[in-house]
């Protein structure tokens, strides 16, 4: 899943997220990682093709990442 997400304090900087279904994201901005997250690969009741829910989990995860940021500078 990709979207984008704007910082709600700071200079206002839309970033960009991809969310995948096994629950990894990656942050950009102008194109640049900001922050790169991989889920486990491997845990108990894991679905093995991943979900809709952990790509969910994984999107909302990256914008409360964003919204953590110390400054908006990139």
Known sequence: MNSSYTRSTGAGLTYDIEADKHGSYTVKLN???VERVTALAHYLG???WGS???E???NEDAKKAIEGFKTDAG
């Open 31 to 33: 194109g640049k990682v």
């Open 56 to 58: 969910a989990d994984a």
């Open 46 to 48: 894991k679905p093995r």
């Open 52 to 54: 809709q829910k952990l």
